[in-house]
């Protein structure tokens, strides 16, 4: 693998973090533009340099990556006194998404990369306005809030 191919990888998963970070910091939400940032181009990096080309490695690196990531997205779950209202499952999901589309740029799938973003998008930018007017339709429905 040559430097422009590795620098490609790392870019690229760096930019999709930074991307989705930005949605979350626009909101206000924990972690925004330098930790989903950091976790794609940590994620694509580990895949780099423990799996190289070599598949069975690449398996048993991702593995580690989407099993140990979801500690860091725990982070930012938090429950409120009363038990009822749960916030931070989307940024929880986002953190652990972004590993995942750095994983896949450090094994160097740019389709599944490029076609994953509409629905990223999809979600994150009509997921919140769907789910109110699902509530204000169906008052009766379980409220929470996974933001």
Do not use: Y
């Given at each position: 693998?040559d430097?422009?191919?590795i620098?490609?990888r790392?870019g ?7 991307v ?5 910091d626009?909101?206000?939400?924990p972690t925004g533009?330098r930790?989903?940032g950091?976790?794609?181009l940590a994620?694509?990096?580990?895949v780099?340099?423990?799996a ?11 593995q580690?990556?989407?099993t140990g990531?979801g ?9 409120n ?14 953190v ?6 750095g994983a896949?740029c450090?094994?160097s799938?740019?389709r599944?990369?490029?076609?994953s973003?509409?629905?990223?998008f ?6 919140g306005?769907?789910?109110?007017w699902?509530?204000r339709?169906w008052?009766?429905?379980?409220v929470t809030?996974?933001?």
């Amino acid at each position: 693998m040559d430097t422009a191919d590795i620098i490609m990888r790392l870019g690229v998963a760096t930019l999709a973090g930074v991307v989705l970070g930005l949605n979350r910091d626009l909101r206000g939400k924990p972690t925004g533009v330098r930790t989903l940032g950091l976790v794609g181009l940590a994620s694509a990096l580990a895949v780099l340099i423990f799996a190289g080309t070599d598949s069975a490695n690449a398996s048993r690196v991702i593995q580690g990556i989407v099993t140990g990531i979801g500690f860091l997205g725990a982070g930012v779950i938090i429950r409120n006194d009363l038990g009822k209202r749960i916030h931070g499952l989307t940024t929880a999901a986002c953190v652990w998404l972004t590993a995942c589309i750095g994983a896949a740029c450090g094994t160097s799938e740019w389709r599944i990369v490029l076609l994953s973003f509409p629905f990223i998008f999809a979600v994150l930018i009509f997921g919140g306005p769907l789910e109110k007017w699902v509530h204000r339709h169906w008052p009766d429905a379980d409220v929470t809030d996974d933001d």
